[in-house]
Nanobody
Framework: QVQVVESGGGLVQTGGSLRLACAAS????????MGWVRQTPGKQRDRVAT???????SYANSVRGRFTISRDSAKNTVFLQMNSLNSEDTAVYYC???????????????????WGQGTQVTVSS
């Protein structure tokens, strides 16, 4: 079983910064991609950023140049540094990890997504 716990959300003014953290734990063979999505009421979840096992980042166009995703693979932790925040960034941010539970799953190329509970980010003008 995998636990995914986010932290770091809160209230910030336009132009400010926040740093989110997400720690994954569990008796798992390997963690692959880790990432963040966000959701506002009545809308679907949108991808924000992902980082592969080797540290390669990928960003949504809306956050590229303002957000930075990073990863501490030794601690199974992913971070999202958010700068130059604006009202459109207000959302609940969810962390997810793609985990390979066992060696058997690894050789079978099976992986599963696990999600955190979400953390609210509110940007005020």
């Amino acid at each position: 079983q995998v636990q995914v716990v986010e932290s770091g959300g809160g209230l910030v003014q336009t132009g400010g910064s926040l740093r989110l953290a997400c720690a994954a734990s569990g008796n798992i063979f390997a963690f692959n991609v880790m990432g963040w999505v966000r959701q506002t009421p009545g809308k679907q979840r949108d991808r924000v950023a992902t980082v592969t096992k080797d540290g390669t980042p990928s960003y949504a166009n809306s956050v590229r140049g303002r957000f930075t995703i990073s990863r501490d693979s030794a601690k199974n932790t992913v971070f999202l540094q958010m700068n130059s925040l604006n009202s459109e960034d207000t959302a609940v941010y969810y962390c997810y990890v793609e985990a390979v539970p066992t060696r058997t799953d690894y050789y079978a190329q099976r992986a599963y997504q696990y999600w955190g509970q979400g953390t609210q980010v509110t940007v005020s003008s």
